[in-house]
């Protein structure tokens, strides 16, 4: 119900449509009854604190959690997402908050992991997979030199690029991703902003986890605010100011719940 | 014997004591063979038995022999687990005294608390008979491995000497088992003892020169670890062999009969066994049928565990009639040949028949026990 | 995992990392050269030790354990241990012996005692990743298990074999050398290939690397894992087949120490104890470092107790160094 109240940006049924979602570990409600939408093309930031439930939720797409309640629909049919083979399925690819980067392995290696590419008789080829690899990590990180060294002795910035550049190689529909631009610098993240873009153009929706309340205005269409589990509002980016989004992020109310005094507050 | 009382054994420790008995293998499942007649008595004499395990085949058999014997004679009999436990056996001990029985069979495997378990059979004034494991101040059962290895080395020797084998060209392997102590080695160490007192030119030494780090005794005795088991013996041999001449006599001899048939696999792999005479110890049903089959194995060591219950009943009867066992009781032991082992065992590794007793074990004669069983050689009637 | 929250662009300490990574080649090469120190050694000490029919002998000695390291290679770089194979041994060692004597075809008796230790090594990789027990705890449990089977089939005693042309593996040879260093020999091939050019091999590192990272990037972890542990205990019962073939008998008592040398001989060969490293060449490089310390000072008459103190201290030094000189150079 919550979900039709949102604005949206274009008709028609979502690229992917989370409703009335729960999860809980133990004790602690990690996400409790949000809803969010994405439509293909849009990009739709999440924001709030540490621990607000944002992770949670987006795993939750990914196969990375099981949810206690509610519902996922990708082009308006119910799907059911078991596991990260499932997700990957319906064209919903991820990089995770930690990147989820195997150490001991090469660049080339975590790129193609799961996906390999191989000869008719199950032998690896390394050779096919280094060109691709190499093709996209640098055109998201030009400086990028070292395919064949364990990711371990990668720089933060680099460990992300590789991250980035697997989950847009596979033909993603939707891409996931959370704090993508965390350990890149000036010049990686702008090209980051524009690899953006262009994937917004080819019609690829995006949930856009991030800290960083600049780089959220400047790529999503649409903002999701979450505070202790709940959703605390949807605004498209354009309807609302940074401070009234980050009034929303701190008070855990929408613009017009809050009280003048409130907002004063936060000045 | 040792151990430490810890609550648990490992399999390793299981077969090290297991080989601590003289015997890893049980020689047959034979139980006794009950035709004798029901000794009947108005007031039973009542004994009890603490087993020292009572996992592994051999330890289980022991125990039942020792149970069906005093059944047999109309005694009434209880029965305890030590779980090779310093704890468990000294809590049995206590439990075992409060009964009351007329005497108190203790298999006790922790050689460091004898003297604790003394103290509590002696408060109660209750005999006791210790098995295997001498108990200060009480009558001791147990085999004896100096005996049998001299008895071997001199069934072996004089066949070596037959094929006109010297010191020259002969040497002697001993497998041992360290971890097991002195007296299980000491049948290794007196084979070879008594083998170079009479095989010419071999390397004369005492008897404690050889020792758990003896290695090599001059040239005509090598020692190497076996630990009780078959495979560790046959690599131990593999490596020994690389430093004999292809073409020197080998006399081999072990501790246990897994570790002499390792040694010999070793020795055939090598292609050496028309070079070699080879002696076991333990009686087990795959040693017995290399002695009946093999030309080469020319003795085999039995200590005839399974029936250990009928001189353990014989002795303690023995006791409450008011006789001073000597200081130590041996089990029937006898080194088999290919001449007399279907005497002693049937084709299925079964025990018919048992060694006469020894002039100092004639004192079980007396008590009429074993003519119950009609099995012992000189007994039957 | 660093989160990116603490990283931030630019080469972090990559330098000292890089040569932790490098370390574990060094330690191949350190191991390699230890080894050849070793056989420099043992020439020089011992008239017995370089022949061909000694180095024969250190073959022969060593196929049990390769056969088991290959399979605990598996399992240590997928972030495991198997210590059931110390178990699994044995039990293959006396089903092979019981099969065969019970007059099953040599191969038949071979692949049900092989089929045993994989069906272990399938209830091994169950309770690790389905109930999700540690596998030093799971396969310590399998162990006690296994090992008290092996005793109950053989009534704790040694069977020989009645058919000795079931000891092909042992009797038939190829020259001097035995069909089971053969064997050997064929089956780390196999697995060197299989671990360094296929696909399956590549995602046995990626899970001992970072094993929910498998998960999320849709690997079928877990049934990758009860394979490599099936695998494993497959290899160890296999093992128990060489060990009764060679014995022409089949014992409880066969393997006990299987466990501890084979993850020796993992670890001497520059595989990391938590996974995601390691591989065939150094661990049959570390398999022969140990079988040939083993032999030349038995060669050499050292007494029992003394080789088991020199083995520990040369392990502790091989391994130590391997560590120091990371330490050192990062
Ligand atoms: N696997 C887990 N087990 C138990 N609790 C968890 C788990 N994952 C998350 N939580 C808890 O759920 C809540 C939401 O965590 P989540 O990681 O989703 O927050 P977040 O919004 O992503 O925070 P951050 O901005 O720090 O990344 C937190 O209280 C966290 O401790
Ligand atoms: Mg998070």
Redesign the pocket.
Known sequence: MRASRDPEVTSGPPLVEMRDIHKS??G?H??EGVSISVMAGEVVGIV??????????IKILSGAYQMDDGAIHVNGNRVSIGNPRDAKRHGIETIY?DLALHDNLDAVANFFIGREIHTRYGTLDNAAMERAAREVINRINPSFVSLRDPVLSLSGGQRQSIAIARAVYFNARLLIM??PTAALGQRETRAFKELVLRLKSEGIGMLV?S?DIHDVFDMSDRITV?AN?RQVGTRRTADVTKDQVLGMIILGKLPEEGTEEDFAQLH | MKNQGKQSITRREMLTRLTALGFTVPAATALIAANGRRASAADPIRISFANVFEKGELFVQLGNGIENAAKLMGYEFRRYNNEFDSEKTLANARLMVQDRPDIILEYNGVEGIGQALRRIFDDAGIPFIAINVPIPGGHWFNLVNKEIGTDTANVVVPIANANGWTGNDTTAIIIQASAAGVEVNDCVRYFYVTAAETMEGMTKVKPDEITATTTTIGDTGIQVDGAGALEESYTAVKNALQTLPADRHILLYSVNDDSTLGGWRAITEAGRQDNTIVAGLGGSVAALGELRNNPQWVAEGSVFATHWGQYLIAMATAVLNGVEPPPLTKCPQLILTPDNVDKYYDAEGKVQLLPPLVPENEYLRDTGVLQQFNNVEGLIG | MSSPAETFSGPRDSESVKSRWHSTRAQFFGIGAFYIAVVVFFTLTSDYFFSYSNALNILTNVTVIGIVALGQTLAIVSGGFDLSVSGVVPLGAVTFVIFSNAEMATPAAMLFAMLVGAAVGVFNGLIVTKVGINPLIATLGTLSITAGLAYALSNGVTIPMKNIDAGVLAERTWGRVPYYVVTLIGLSLIMWFAMRFTVIGRRIYAIGGNREASRLAGLRVDEITIAIYATCAGLAAFAGVVVSSQLLAGSATVGADAALTSIASVILGGAALFGGVGGVGGTLLGVLVLGTIANGMALLMVPAFYQQIATGVILLLAVGFGRLRAVISG
Do not use: R
């Open positions: 570990f133990g602690i990690a996400v709030g604190h540490n621990g607000a439930g944002k992770s949670t939720l908050q959370d704090e986890i800290h979450m589990g």
